[in-house]
């Protein structure tokens, strides 16, 4: 089973950003479990149901209610 991480020095993330997580996704099919981008932006979103997009600043800044 594998994730992939990647990180990105931008504020926003373009599906063309995605392309070598969705290839790898695909090589590896049922394998791939997910995938996560970190970029400098402050929204979070799913680009597909197992490729997300976060701030980075979400690894140290507590969730908001």
Same mark, same amino acid.
């Given at each position: ?6 990180? $990105?020095?931008? /504020?926003?993330? +373009? =599906? @063309? ?9 695909? $090589?590896?099919? /049922?394998?791939? +479990? =997910? @995938? ?12 597909? /149901? ?16």
């Amino acid at each position: 089973m594998w994730h992939a991480h990647e990180v $990105k020095a931008a /504020s926003r993330v +373009l =599906g @063309g950003d995605l392309e070598s997580l969705v290839k790898l996704k695909r $090589k590896l099919g /049922s394998q791939f +479990l =997910g @995938g996560v981008v970190l970029y400098t932006g402050t929204r979070a979103y799913s680009y597909e /149901s197992d490729l997300h997009v976060l701030p980075v600043d979400r690894l140290w800044r507590p969730r908001s209610s």
